[in-house]
């Protein structure tokens, strides 16, 4: 019994279910095809020879890891994207608080959105995971990374352990996220004037900066360090740097928001917008960021490696690494996507009313792309820093090289990706929003 | 039971500690079982917050406040959640119902949490006026329809307090007159208490007794005179200059 709350919100807001929902997809799809990989791999006859080798490649080992990757990113990114779907049910949860619902039963309800939503999820990754799987193996075959013979097929076993991992790892995320919300006075979400506060505190910044302090210092340590170790604690030292960047987030954006000035009326209102709402956009900035920050650092270490040596490694080697790279990349996208997606539409009433007080829907847009653009600019710069400064005493070590390589082939992909990433979490909503006339959706949008 | 809400010394203020925002600054007062209170004053007089400390729905940052003889300052969460779900029936202004849901899932909200057995619904929606829409979505509903279905919901599990929180404000004096009707039989068939937040003086006359507010402060307590003299006297205090602090 949850009073009609999930129905409430899955009704209302389909939209801010799309995020948890995208999430648990590509869960499921990773927990599929790692599961089908690993069982083709078993059960392909193989001489023994064949079957030391295939050991030895480490893929087996690669495809436990993936099931257990998806466990934790997914009560990680279902809780993050759950956090935005919550806040835009304020007002009902405000409401079923006010007439008896206790913070318990209104966690319950908000965990049983996201289980709820977690099974049509898992029902559409399974078999997307099984293609991928089967697309991986033949990778892996065709470059040799495992020997010929090996076909895919699907396990079983597949959809009930993608069901489990989704509709648990679910519950716990949106029960963790919605501890916070769940508590808040009902008075508080009533009130009209629920502005959040735009002072960044003292603390967070703080915080933020120690962190990145911790990042550099250990990187500098490592460039002198044994080159052996480097490798393992480089993850740490990104990691560090990439959560200090999302507490000086808000900060980070109020300093390259006057950029956007430069363009003119439209970039104006959008260096205020983004000063206004630097707080909530940052939530999009972290996981740009790490993105960014993970890619550039597998990638350049491959590409300045070919261009030291001047051979390509294995192909081998590349492939595992790349995958693996991929499904970190993959998460992280989904969460930054949902995030500007969330932003924007909890602005619905405000393009509505920009576009009432006589701004065209192409001015409006505008505004909104001149801010993406900001954000993304943000995001690279920041994402190139922490990658350099994770990698340079790792390229050291490893090749004596202090410069990091990169073919401008990759390096116009990328960009091309990581706008192209913004774009979608921003303009395609912004169009949906504004397809409207702007009375309409003041009418609709309270 | 003589007094169903109890307010003593209640302050309230918002914003960082440092420069705090004083919404009430000392309220005193005491309402009996029966009773139609309206409370009025000027935009940011503490109307609001006063409703939200009373109903226990924000805490007061001092003073107490009792709710049908508990003290509901000092309670917890969850026992404050369960008493003002089956003692305690709320009408707002606006967002007031789960418009996805149908008008008989909306009015038997605080039952299905757990609250107390409601009259029989079809009773509740006749003596709204709502025969026969018990399966609509209230999504489908005009703004008077909705309004009533928020009566219903808050009249059908024998409250000992409501609270109204602008009930009229987003209504035409028509269908808002409806609503003050339902509200005032509440209290001389049922003997509900109704405290209610207004800033239009022809609500407020609907009650039995006037209190104005000024900068959080009662600055007047009594019976309800009529609607002209309500509306003097509700623009003498706000014309008058601010007292000196």
Redesign the interface.
């Known amino acids: ?1 949850n ?3 999930v ?2 919100a899955l ?2 807001q389909p939209w801010a279910f799309a995020g948890p929902f995208v999430t648990q997809c590509l869960a499921a799809a990773l927990v599929s095809g790692a599961l089908g990989a690993s069982s083709s791999l078993s059960r392909a006859r193989l001489d023994p020879a064949a079957r030391r080798a295939l050991t030895e490649s480490l893929i087996p080992e690669m495809a436990v890891l993936f099931v257990v990757v998806s466990v934790y990113l997914t009560a990680l990114i279902v809780g993050l994207t759950m956090t935005s779907s919550i806040a835009r049910q304020g ?2 949860i ?12 209104v966690r319950r309800a908000v965990a049983a959105q996201a289980a709820v939503v977690a099974v049509p999820a898992t029902v559409l990754g399974v078999p997307l995971g099984a293609l991928f799987a089967h697309a991986w193996l033949a990778g892996l075959t065709g470059h040799g990374v495992i020997p010929p013979g090996v076909t895919f097929h699907p396990s079983a076993a597949a959809l009930p352990a993608a069901l489990g991992i989704t509709v648990g790892a679910s519950l716990v995320g949106a029960l963790v996220a919605a501890v916070r919300p769940a ?1 808040v ?4 979400a ?2 009209e004037t629920a502005v959040p506060p735009r002072r960044v505190s003292v603390v967070r910044t703080a915080i933020g900066v120690v962190l990145v302090a911790g990042g550099v210092v250990l990187s500098i340590l490592m460039a002198n360090g044994d080159p052996a170790k480097a490798d393992g604690s480089s993850f740490f030292t990104m990691l560090a740097m990439c959560v200090g960047a999302g507490f000086l987030g808000p900060v980070l954006l109020r300093l390259t928001a006057p950029l956007a000035r430069l363009f003119g009326g439209t970039g104006t209102m959008a260096a205020d917008n983004l000063a206004v709402r630097a707080k909530a956009l940052s939530g999009a900035l972290v996981p740009l960021v790490l993105a960014i920050a993970f890619a550039m650092v597998k990638v350049v270490a491959h590409t300045t490696s070919v261009h030291v040596h001047g051979a390509p490694e294995p192909a081998a080697q590349v492939w595992t690494e790349y995958s693996g790279t991929a499904v970190y990349v993959a998460f992280a996208a989904v969460a930054a996507v949902n995030t500007l997606v969330t932003v924007l539409l909890a602005r619905r009433r405000e393009l509505a009313v920009t576009r009432l007080v006589g701004a065209s829907r192409a001015r409006a847009l505008a505004v909104v792309v001149c801010e993406a653009l900001t954000v993304t600019i943000t995001a690279l710069v920041v994402g190139t820093v922490v990658a350099m400064v994770t990698m340079v005493p790792m390229l050291h070590g490893m090749l004596g090289t202090w410069t990091p390589y990169l073919p401008s082939g990759q390096l116009a992909g990328g960009l091309a990706a990581v706008i192209g990433l913004v774009l979608l979490g921003t303009v395609v909503p912004a169009l949906v929003a504004m397809r409207r006339p702007p009375v309409e959706s003041l009418a609709v949008d ?1 | 039971m003589d007094n169903v809400v109890e307010i003593d010394g209640v302050t309230r203020s918002y914003g960082s500690r440092r420069r705090p925002v004083a919404a009430l600054r000392g309220v005193s007062l005491v309402v009996p079982a029966g009773t139609f209170v309206a409370v009025m004053g000027a935009t940011g007089s503490g109307k ?2 006063l409703l ?2 009373a ?1 226990g ?3 007061p940052t001092s003073g107490r406040v009792r709710l049908v003889g508990r003290d509901v300052t000092r309670m917890r ?2 026992a404050l ?2 008493l ?3 003692r305690v029936g ?1 009408v ?1 202004q ?8 149908t008008v008989r ?1 909306n009015v038997l ?2 039952r ?4 107390p057995r409601p009259r029989p619904l079809d009773e509740v929606l006749a003596e709204v006026g709502l025969a026969g829409l018990a399966g609509r979505p209230v999504g489908e509903l005009s703004g008077g329809q909705r309004q009533r279905v928020a009566i219903a ?1 808050a009249l059908a599990g024998r409250p000992a307090v409501v609270y109204a929180d602008e009930p009229t404000g987003a209504l035409d004096p028509a269908t808002g007159e409806q609503v003050l009707r339902l509200l005032r039989s509440g209290v001389d068939r049922a003997q509900v208490t109704v405290v209610m937040v207004t800033h239009d003086p022809a609500a407020a006359a609907w009650s039995d007794r006037l209190i104005l507010l000024r900068e959080g402060e009662v600055v007047a307590d009594g019976p309800t005179p009529d609607p002209e003299t309500i509306a003097e006297r509700l623009r003498a205090t706000v014309s008058e200059p601010a007292v000196a602090r």
């Open positions: 019994m009073a009609g709350l129905r409430q009704r209302k007002r009902d405000a409401l079923v608080r006010a007439v008896g619902a206790t913070p318990g039963r508590r006075r009902p008075a508080t009533l009130t309270p | 609001s917050t939200h400390c109903a729905l924000d805490r969460e969850g959640t369960r003002r779900r089956d709320f707002f606006s967002y007031n119902l789960l418009s996805e849901l899932q909200l605080p299905r949490l757990g609250g919901r």
